[in-house]
């Protein structure tokens, strides 16, 4: 493991030193590797982070699996799946936003950053409509949650079988990390079409097409982190045992 | 008593003309620096002021000991007081003291580099750090927190009235500043090396920190979610941790612990390293097994994750489950092991002297070995069920967290003050200090050993009238201590402007930091180094011709 | 410098990568590929496979994500640091995941 270190040449720093190389890197290389580099651990602490959420998920869903199914269905597969659809597509635009920026296309960047920002909006829009149907059949959680749904018939969902009362309950359990999940991702969204509106502006007056990257790149990877999630999410939330 | 240290002539000597300290004067050039030096500087202050609030907290609490009844104070307020303790020292001291401090100053330095990878989220950091600061602080003055630092719940989401949301809050930004500085010394360690510092050329201080980071990267957003989760509780009553609504408050435990035992990691690998350093400096011999050392800072960072439920053992997990991790507690102690060794057969046949920091290094291995020894009682499982709660779990963690990494970090500050400021500290003095801080510490702690073997529980404010000559022994200590750490506040300070001029290298130490001018420049090396020795090498030192240190102006 | 083979390159310097710009098309393709596990995973859930239910969701889902990961973040194309860490992060969560479970799978109690 005795590797060399990246070798700096400050000999070649006076011929290649553009206005976006920082000072204290020797070259426009290893700044790039560095932020790319140092992107990526961020994304570790994201996983992590959500990390916690899908182990509360787990457990919950071993212990309270009828009360998860019930909840389950109380999503709309439609709605969700098109959510996914949405996601992949975002993520597409955003990779051909990079390959824009990358081949110093500005307008195609532009144009790609924005298809990004629109079907992230789209995505959350589908998602406002989804909380408030939650809040308007009493599904969330501490504020205005009722279990009463899950101990009847209820002639919207045929196959599902009414649950005795405790593990009716549970089903708040279930919307608790519903929302706490969805809410956390959708969270990261906001945040990303906030970002995205930002490159937006700047990549229009020219900042990413003339060899400087990094920033959409790194960003690209925040971007997909956030798709994967959801990647998870909607199986393990939506798609709990739907043949029932 | 001989000694290594060799300052330059008094009469003529003065520090540098330009320096990370004068290279631009006011507020704004501290408040929006980028350089990691001024920023190590800005945390030094801020841990320090907090060190102080965590530690009158002490002397509170020491002060209530004294008798068994609670007439100090109502036990509410007791309770109050150990909580903002806990949180105070391990977050906002313990967590940061070394990296943030040490850490920041001499990695660049250490590698070779002109900075950290990532200036501006090192300042970010220290914003981070200073608004998690603020509102610890606002969580004490709005009538403080009383669920312990652990926050267990349901204690924390159901039964308590108390600030538990701003201090969560307070940990959750704190925890930011911790993830940020790990990931600029990840990555700054990889990338950022001089040509010719390879891996294993590197001081093992900076092996430590690269092993703490990764802990501080993985580790601490787990303790975010889980703070997150707990304020849902409190506001919206979601019921992830309520058993009844089918929560489970063992699931708060199990995302708790996997932090922060890992935080304990965080919190003594840094130190760890400074001891590295240290020892080898001031016996004037390669740190032996080098290779042995630096892997064993990555093994105590890897299996570190494995051990957490060992926190747990009586609240409620299964037995094979406590089985298993008692078991790996028993692994996670042979990496520190192997660097207690090492650090011993490092001082075997070397050219032993007693300076101030190598006094802190000696009282860190002593300290660090009975708690972490104490420690594996505690992973024993059958020990673990009569002692976890008393005062003997109170005494292990203060022997590692104070007789090992406070007293590493004051051995760091002291061996590096000269590289900081350009100045030495009263050698006289200071041995005093760290004499009364060993004193005071025993004093202080050992008394508990023996308190939680007979059975007093921790985290109460009145005790069973038979405990109080171990109680009234163990207050005496902690004012001797509290005179221990006031020494060097005061003659450090003093040093900054009427201490020795130090030079570049005082200690005839190896290592790139010693090869610039004391206080450094901004951008640290005039050139760039080109490295082709090995760390520890004594004599290339002595061989190579007296080497002027560029000192500009 | 002389030939040296991909592997030696690695070897000395793991942070190297190819200087890859990842073609449109590919991007394409993985896309078609992600819709297509999408709708299976969205059929998938209408099949009657008992505890193979969610071995099957999961599986499509660690496929799409590995599809997303390899190509649209580069990682097939990036160096082995980057591959590391990925790795590390995932690897990570999983004992977090594993060991916690060490506990719920071996106790009955606390399933209100």
Redesign the interface.
């Known amino acids: 493991m005795d590797s060399q270190a990246i070798a700096t040449h400050p000999e070649q720093e006076h011929a290649e030193h553009p206005p976006y190389l920082r000072h204290h890197f020797a070259t426009v290389e290893q700044q790039k590797e560095t932020s790319t580099f140092g992107m990526w651990l961020f994304l570790l602490t994201e996983i992590m982070f959500f990390g916690g959420l899908f182990t509360a998920y787990l457990i919950y869903r071993n212990w309270y699996y009828p009360a998860f199914v019930a909840g389950s269905h109380q999503l709309s597969i439609v709605l969700g799946a098109t959510n996914t659809a949405v996601l992949i597509c975002s993520s597409f635009t955003m990779a051909m936003a990079v390959y824009s920026s990358e081949m110093r296309w500005r307008k195609a960047l532009v144009g790609w950053l924005l298809a990004t920002i629109v079907l992230g909006s789209v995505f959350l829009g589908i998602k406002a409509v989804e909380y408030h149907e939650k809040w308007e059949k009493h599904h969330v959680p501490g504020l205005n949650f009722s279990a009463a749904g899950f101990m009847h018939e209820d002639p919207n969902y045929p196959e599902d079988k009414p649950l005795p009362r405790d593990m009716a309950e549970k089903t708040q359990v279930y919307f608790s990390l519903y929302f706490a999940m969805t809410g956390m991702h959708a969270l990261h969204m906001v945040i990303g079409v906030s970002i995205l509106i930002i490159l937006v502006i700047r990549a229009w007056g020219g900042a990413y097409t003339q060899g400087h990257m990094t920033t959409i790149e790194n960003f690209g990877l925040y971007w997909h982190f956030v798709d994967i999630v959801w990647i998870f999410l909607f199986p393990l939330l939506y798609l709990i045992s739907r043949h029932q | 008593m001989s000694t290594i240290v060799t300052l330059p002539d008094q009469q003529t000597a003065s520090l540098p003309k330009r320096s990370y300290l004068n290279e631009e004067y006011g507020l704004k050039s501290w408040l929006l620096t980028g350089d990691h030096k001024r920023i190590a500087i800005l945390y030094l202050i801020s841990i320090t002021f907090f060190f102080f609030i965590g530690g009158a907290m002490a002397g509170l609490i020491r002060l209530e000991l004294l008798t068994p009844p609670t007439d100090l104070m109502a036990a509410d307020t007791y309770n109050k007081l150990f909580t903002m303790h806990g949180i105070i020292m391990v977050f906002l001291f313990l967590v940061p003291s070394v990296p943030a401090t040490i850490g920041n100053f001499l990695i660049p330095i250490m590698v070779g580099?002109?900075?950290?990878?990532?200036?501006k989220?090192n300042l970010l950091s220290w914003y981070l750090y200073v608004v998690g600061g603020i509102l610890v602080l606002a969580a004490l003055t709005l009538g403080g927190v009383d669920t312990g630092w652990t926050f267990t719940t349901p204690l924390s989401t159901h039964y308590l009235n108390t600030h538990v949301i701003t201090a969560g809050l307070a940990i959750f930004v704190a925890g930011f500043s911790s993830?940020f500085t790990g990931?600029?010394f990840?990555?700054t360690v990889?990338?950022?090396?001089?040509?010719?510092?390879?891996?294993?050329r590197l001081p093992l201080f900076v092996w430590s920190h690269y092993a703490a980071s990764?802990l501080m990267?993985?580790?601490?957003?787990?303790l975010?979610?889980?703070l997150?989760?707990v304020i849902?509780e409190r506001?919206?009553?979601?019921?992830?941790f309520d058993?009844?609504?089918?929560?489970?408050p063992?699931?708060f435990q199990?995302?708790f612990w996997?932090y922060s035992h890992p935080a304990v990691y965080i919190m003594i690998l840094p130190g760890m390293g400074v001891i590295s350093e240290v020892i080898s400096t001031f016996s004037r011999k390669r740190v032996f097994g080098y290779t042995a050392v630096a892997f064993s800072s990555v093994a105590i960072a890897v299996f570190g994750?494995?051990v957490?439920?060992h926190h747990m053992f009586i609240m409620?997990?299964?037995?094979?489950?406590a089985l298993?991790?008692s078991l790996l507690t028993m692994l996670v102690a042979v990496p520190s092991a192997i660097k207690i060794f090492n650090w011993a057969a490092t001082l075997y046949k070397g050219s032993i002297t007693f300076e101030t920091p190598m006094l802190y290094a000696f009282g860190f291995m002593g300290l660090f070995t009975i708690g972490g020894l104490t420690g594996v009682f505690l992973g024993s499982m059958g020990m673990d069920i009569h002692l976890t709660e008393t005062y003997f779990i109170v005494a292990h963690f203060h022997f590692v967290m104070v007789g090992g990494m406070l007293m590493a970090f004051l051995a760091g500050i002291h061996f590096w003050w000269p590289k900081m400021t350009g100045r030495m500290y009263p050698e006289g003095l200071s041995k005093l200090a760290a004499l009364t801080t060993f004193i005071g510490f025993n004093l202080t702690f050992f008394p508990q050993f023996i308190l939680g073997y007979l059975g007093m529980p921790r985290r109460y404010a009145a005790y069973p009238p038979e405990f109080q000559v171990l109680n009234v022994l163990s207050t005496a200590g902690a004012t001797v201590l509290g005179v221990g750490y006031l020494l060097p506040m005061l003659y450090l300070v003093w040093s900054l402007k009427y201490g020795k001029i130090a030079g570049a290298n005082p200690w005839q130490a190896t290592g790139l930091e010693w090869q610039i001018q004391s206080p450094p420049l901004t951008?640290n090396f005039v050139?760039?180094p080109v490295v082709d020795y090995e760390a520890y090498d004594y004599e290339w030192l002595a061989n190579k011709t007296k080497h002027e240190v560029q000192t500009v102006g | 410098m002389s030939e040296l083979t991909e592997k030696e390159i690695l070897d000395t310097e793991p942070t190297h990568h190819a200087e890859h710009i990842v073609s449109p098309i590919v991007y394409l393709v993985i896309f078609g590929a992600l819709m297509f596990f999408t709708a299976l995973t969205v059929a998938a859930s209408y099949a009657e496979l008992g505890p193979f239910n969610v071995v099957v969701a999961l599986a499509i889902a660690c496929i799409k994500a590995v599809l997303v990961i390899l190509f649209f973040m580069h990682v097939k194309y990036s160096s082995r640091l980057t591959k590391l860490t990925v790795a590390a992060g995932f690897f990570t969560f999983l004992v977090l995941i594993t060991m916690s479970m060490t506990d719920y799978i071996s106790r009955a109690w606390g399933m209100w």
């Open positions: 580099a002109k900075d950290l990878a990532f200036p989220i993830i990931l600029n990840i990555v990889h990338r950022m090396r001089a040509p010719g510092m390879t891996w294993f990764i990267v993985l580790g601490t957003p787990v975010a979610i889980t997150v989760l849902l506001v919206m009553g979601i019921g992830v058993p009844a609504k089918g929560g489970d063992l699931l199990h995302l996997f994750f494995f957490w439920a409620g997990v299964s037995n094979y489950s298993v991790f951008e050139e760039t």
